[in-house]
Every structure is written in structure tokens, then in C-alpha cells.
């Protein structure tokens, strides 16, 4: 993915809030240096996260060797993927619907 792309997912995900940016840099051992930028409120609180995968092309970074476009020098984008999203649970209304429409207090 061409780089711009990720910074206008960023911005647009980031609108109306005044967001601190720190980034870190790390390297898989054997594999590929990356950069992992977090984007937090005021607060501490984590909301946007990105990585740079330095040298990896357009492959899928981690992915299985087997598989077509896949990079297996990681990091491993899934995995990186999935912690966050476990880290960071979306925020849904705990009054459930029932099927007349009304609302259960």
C-alpha cells in the first residue's frame, strides 16, 4: 500500500480529536525493521495505531510462506492485528432490541 493511503485512513479516522503522535522503531530478529506510530488522547488512552514495515514491499507482512503476496520476515500483521483490536474493544449500547423494536432498560 502506498504510504499516502494509510496517512488518509489515519486522518479521517483521527477527525475532531487532538491526537498526541509517538512513534518507536523495532526489528524482527532476522526479518524486517519497522516503525510502530500510536496516536493517543489527552488521556493516555490509545485510539489509532499504525506500523511501517521497512523493506517489505506490498506483501502481507508475517504471512505464511506459502501463501501468494505474503512476507514471512514479519512482523506478523495479523497477530499485531488481532492484539490491538483485543486491547481496544469497540464500544457497543448494552440495552439489547427486542423484536418489537422497543428498547429492554
Same mark, same amino acid.
Given at each position: 500500500?502506498?504510504?499516502?493511503?494509510?496517512?488518509?485512513?489515519?486522518?479521517?479516522?483521527?477527525?475532531?480529536?487532538?491526537?498526541?503522535?509517538?512513534?518507536?522503531?523495532?526489528?524482527?530478529?532476522?526479518?524486517?525493521?519497522?516503525?510502530?506510530?500510536?496516536?493517543?488522547?489527552?488521556?493516555?488512552? /490509545?485510539?489509532l495505531?499504525?506500523?511501517? /514495515?521497512?523493506?517489505?514491499?506490498?506483501?502481507? $507482512?508475517?504471512?505464511?510462506?506459502?501463501? $501468494?503476496?505474503?512476507?514471512?520476515?514479519?512482523?506478523?500483521?495479523?497477530?499485531?492485528?488481532?492484539?490491538?483490536?483485543?486491547?481496544?474493544?469497540?464500544?457497543? $449500547?448494552?440495552?439489547?432490541l427486542v423484536?418489537?423494536?422497543?428498547?429492554?432498560p
Amino acid at each position: 500500500m502506498n504510504p499516502r493511503n494509510g496517512e488518509q485512513i489515519l486522518a479521517q479516522a483521527g477527525t475532531g480529536r487532538e491526537l498526541e503522535r509517538t512513534s518507536e522503531r523495532g526489528q524482527v530478529p532476522g526479518g524486517h525493521a519497522y516503525t510502530r506510530t500510536l496516536y493517543t488522547e489527552r488521556n493516555g488512552a /490509545v485510539i489509532l495505531e499504525s506500523w511501517t /514495515v521497512h523493506g517489505a514491499g506490498h506483501a502481507w $507482512s508475517g504471512g505464511n510462506p506459502a501463501g $501468494s503476496y505474503t512476507d514471512p520476515n514479519g512482523p506478523d500483521a495479523g497477530r499485531e492485528m488481532l492484539r490491538f483490536f483485543l486491547e481496544h474493544p469497540c464500544e457497543t $449500547s448494552r440495552t439489547p432490541l427486542v423484536s418489537s423494536g422497543t428498547r429492554v432498560p
